[in-house]
């Protein structure tokens, strides 16, 4: 019996593109960069040498084009994981999926994301303006759990070191996924290795204080003290667990790397801050167009 999607479960247009990206699979790259804020696709594809496609549906802003005889795209997810399990379902589906017969194709297509965006350093010597490439990812933010997420060996001691260290709450149960060691290798070699918690929101949940009151007040300074294996968690953002967990439930690879803006242990933040951001889009272009 054929394994038909229905109606109510894949939703496409009018138009027959898929429903919040309003995408055609052959609008799409298998080199995908994603960025959180719409504004910087366009920082991104001014690189490009040309560009086939542009679509903006939402909060969704897509630039397909190619730098020499690599073809890339770009998409803006929006900010957080909520936005990351439609970004990352709809991409799929148009890879492998057949949108007209929605049936799911015998043939599986394996997606790169690669993520570029900004993040908080929690460690003194994870200095502002530096590059972390994300090896491993803690998700507190419950997104995998709704989903069939397998955890290696290795995962699961991180989960598990992490959960005895962090016991008792108020954090959600955490969940533990992994970057593609062959991305990190081609473009995040040079840069700080780390292990990035994924958090829910931007102030409470990042342990900053305008005036609500945090229920933990010594959040940053708990998950700075965290070491694995003479591993730290190095930073925090807000969507790379959801990369990560998706990446590996539907058998894709993915590399998130963040420009650190801000230091939230000195207190620091970047005087450059486009021009860092900057930087990094430059040096990810020339690695990922480079020849394998």
Wanted: glycine letters at 6%; proline letters at 5%.
């Amino acid at each position: 019996m054929k394994n038909i999607i229905p109606d109510s479960e894949l939703i496409l247009n009018p138009d027959g593109s898929i429903y919040h990206l309003k995408l055609h699979p052959d609008q799409i790259a298998h080199d995908i960069i994603t960025v959180g804020d719409p504004n910087r696709v366009s920082a991104i594809s001014k690189h490009f040498d040309s560009i086939e496609h542009e679509v903006h549906n939402r909060e969704f802003v897509t630039h397909t084009g190619t730098i020499g005889n690599r073809r890339l795209s770009v998409i803006a997810t929006g900010i957080g994981t909520d936005n990351i399990d439609i970004v990352f379902n709809e991409l799929d589906a148009l890879v492998n999926v057949n949108l007209k017969t929605r049936e799911i194709l015998e043939s599986h297509t394996a997606l790169n994301f690669i993520r570029i965006g900004t993040s908080g350093s929690l460690q003194k010597d994870v200095p502002i303006d530096s590059f972390v490439a994300t090896e491993y990812s803690i998700g507190l933010d419950g997104l995998l759990h709704f989903y069939k997420l397998e955890n290696t060996p290795e995962e699961r001691e991180l989960r598990e070191a992490f959960e005895w260290f962090y016991s008792p709450g108020p954090l959600p149960k955490p969940y533990i996924s992994t970057c593609c060691p062959k991305l990190r290798a081609k473009l995040g070699a040079d840069m700080i290795p780390g292990i990035t918690a994924t958090c829910t929101g931007f102030y409470g949940p990042q342990g900053r204080v305008l005036r609500a009151p945090l229920y933990r007040e010594a959040f940053i300074e708990n998950l700075s003290d965290f070491r694995y294996e003479k591993r730290c968690i190095t930073n925090f953002e807000m969507e790379t667990s959801g990369i990560y967990g998706l990446s590996s439930v539907l058998g894709h690879k993915a590399l998130s790397i963040s420009a650190i803006l801000a230091n939230r242990i000195t207190n620091e933040f970047s005087k450059q801050p486009k021009e860092i951001v900057d930087k990094l889009i430059v040096q990810v272009l020339e690695k990922l167009c480079s020849e394998d």
